[in-house]
C-alpha cells in the first residue's frame, strides 16, 4: 500500500468520527479520490426511517460527483469492524456505475487491515442500462 493510500485510508478513518448512528451503532466513513487529486469524504448518516438512510460510500461518490469529481481514482472505506468492511449491496451497484475503474480499499476500524478490490471483484455483473457494458 502506498503513502498515498494509506492517507486516503486515515481520512476515511476520520470521516467514520463524523458518521451518525444512533440506531445501528454501526459507524463508517468513505474517501474518494479523483484523478485530479481531490478528496471527498462521507460519512453514514442513520434516521429513524432506515431506508431513508444513507451510506458513507454513496455519500462520498455522490459529493464528489456533485462538484464535479467524475473520474474516481480510489475508494477508501473504513468501517466499526475488526475485519476490513465490505460494501453492502446498494452501495457495489453505485461504486460499479460511478467508479468502475477505481481502486477499492477497504479497512478495518484501526486501518492496520486493508484489502484491497476493484468494483468487479464486489460486483462481477452489476445492473447497468447499456447492455453492451454487461
Known sequence: MTESDRDLVEKAREAMGRAKADYSGFSVGAAVITADGRVFTGANIEVSVFGLSMCAERVALFKAYSEGGRDIVALAVAG??????SPCGACRQVIWELAPDARLLLANRDGS?????????????????DTDRN
Open 113 to 129: 487491515a486493508v484489502a484491497e478490490h476493484n468494483p468487479a471483484d464486489l460486483l462481477p455483473r452489476g445492473f447497468f442500462l
Open 80 to 85: 466499526s469492524t475488526a475485519r476490513p468492511i
